[in-house]
């Protein structure tokens, strides 16, 4: 990225601050905010198609032509839902947000599994640990990273997470609790 493309970014902050000797700028504070805003965006239109896969992967894709219609209405909820959730969570500042998207996002496995379980389709065998870890995903569709979305809500997922370790970093900097980069 040449500089000139780089100072369009959000939270570049070229009047205000000190980004390069660790202080937080407002910019900082600002591209956290976007890059979350384009993570539950990115989440909301992703998660419709991701039921719809989850469905087809448990029951087959002829139970998806015939079932059309519910699986598309929990698609609908499920975006509604985990988005909103996840948009609550991701417009508070970055030391107030008490857990991470992702594990907000997993939550839309109960989605697809109220379909799949409506359908009569029979639980998968899965192993004593992810049996343990979530009794409720009988059909072991629990997602275990962003880019289980496609690769727009793993882009944003990324650009998020860097955004809040660079966040987190310059805070902390300026706090005293991490020594400024020579």
Excluded: C
């Excluded at 799949?116 to 899965?126: A, E």
């Amino acid at each position: 990225m040449t500089e000139a493309a780089d100072n369009n970014q959000p939270g570049r902050n070229t009047t205000s601050g000190d980004t390069a000797s660790g202080d937080t700028t407002s910019g900082d504070e600002a591209a956290f905010a976007h890059y979350g805003s384009l993570l539950a965006d990115a989440v909301e239109a992703a998660l419709p198609a991701w039921v719809e896969d989850a469905v087809a992967l448990r029951a087959g894709s002829g139970a998806v032509v015939a079932n059309k219609v519910e699986i598309a209405r929990a698609g609908q909820e499920a975006a509604a839902e985990v988005a909103g959730r996840l948009r609550e969570l991701l417009v508070l500042d970055l030391d107030q947000q008490w857990t991470n998207p992702l594990t907000i996002v997993r939550t839309a496995a109960r989605f697809p599994t109220a379909v799949l379980r409506s359908l009569g389709v029979p639980d998968v065998p899965r192993d004593q640990f992810a049996a343990k870890q979530d009794p409720d995903d009988v059909y072991d569709l629990t997602p275990a990273a962003f880019g289980d979305f496609g690769p727009e809500v793993h882009e944003r997922g990324i650009m998020w997470g860097a955004a809040k370790a660079h966040l987190h970093l310059q805070r902390r900097r300026a706090e005293g609790h991490v020594p400024k980069s020579p």
